[in-house]
């Protein structure tokens, strides 16, 4: 019992964060029906500049930093890669545009940091602590608590500020939204902002409990993918149960089945969950008036 609350635990961790990135792939798609398949390279990018400004500023003065680094690198994703593609109605444009622009931003974090992956400094103490009958990493307490309030801040912004009900109008019905004087194309461009920024900040969470490299996010931000689509692309709650399961999932099958096959689970379920109930599971399905 106690190997399985351990394993339990691990998987919580790992969760929140495909929960984090997740969560940006929904604030994205319930504004603009859009998604920015450059999410990883937003993660490892923040995780980079974060590692950069470690030395001069310790971790705790870096985390704000890398929150507005994150908000800026979003502005420019939906300006280049996605305003154009919605512009001129293109279907699938978006989809190339943000590929293409994730693949340059790797690029260049390779030329700038080097191919080879790097240590990120803890900030908390590395010796594990005694929770009941389970140890856990300090840095993990992080993620989970860190993730989660990142996730609360963000419903906050869009429940109580001026600009955050514009966020919750576009998402409901843009076009209604556009008619009583809301500039939509802020709102999207904001949306892509804090969407790059919660990838950026969980960067900088994982970062210490894994190696830092211009390619650390892609596949994290491929099983967020499905984390987002498990949940449900416009649920809040979805992305964080989605997590939550595929998380504890992954660490039950690397132990008692085998560490090759931990990422089975989660397609297993993607596939499920896509042939039952195509718009997740907490997702609304869309109900066409005619």
């Not at 001026?162 to 998402?171: D, F, H």
């Not at 997740?280 to 869309?286: I, N, R, S, T």
Request: proline share 3%; aromatic share 8%; no cysteine.
């Amino acid at each position: 019992m106690t190997i399985l609350l351990q394993l339990v635990a691990s998987g919580v961790a790992i969760g929140m964060i495909y929960a984090a990135i997740a969560f940006g792939y929904q604030l994205t798609f319930a504004t603009s029906k859009t998604l920015n398949f450059g999410q990883g390279e937003a993660l490892a990018l923040g995780a980079l500049f974060g590692l950069t400004l470690v030395p001069f500023t310790g971790y705790w003065l870096m985390l704000p930093l890398v929150l507005v680094f994150g908000f800026a690198l979003g502005a420019v994703v939906e300006r280049l890669a996605v305003r154009p593609a919605v512009r001129i109605k293109s279907e699938y444009g978006w989809i190339m545009a943000t590929i293409a622009l994730g693949i340059i931003f790797r690029n260049l974090a390779e030329n700038i940091w080097g191919r080879d992956d790097l240590r990120f400094p803890s900030p908390l103490p590395e010796t594990a602590i005694q929770l009941g009958g389970i140890r856990v990493l300090p840095m993990e307490l992080l993620i989970v608590g860190g993730a989660l309030l990142m996730m609360l801040l963000v419903e906050l912004f869009n429940r109580k500020s001026i600009w955050g009900k514009a966020v919750v109008a576009t998402s409901n019905d843009i076009d209604a939204a556009g008619l009583m004087g809301i500039d939509t194309k802020r709102v999207i461009t904001l949306s892509y902002s804090v969407s790059a920024m919660t990838a950026a900040f969980a960067g900088v969470l994982v970062a210490p409990v894994t190696l830092t490299g211009a390619t650390m996010g892609a596949v994290l931000a491929l099983k967020a993918f499905a984390v987002a689509i498990i949940g449900g692309l416009e649920s809040g709650i979805g992305v964080i149960v989605g997590g939550l399961i595929l998380g504890v999932a992954e660490t039950l099958t690397g132990f008692y089945v085998s560490t090759g096959y931990k990422d089975v689970p989660g397609l297993i379920l993607l596939l499920v969950v896509l042939s039952i109930r195509p718009v997740g599971l907490f997702g609304k399905a869309a109900v066409n008036k005619v």
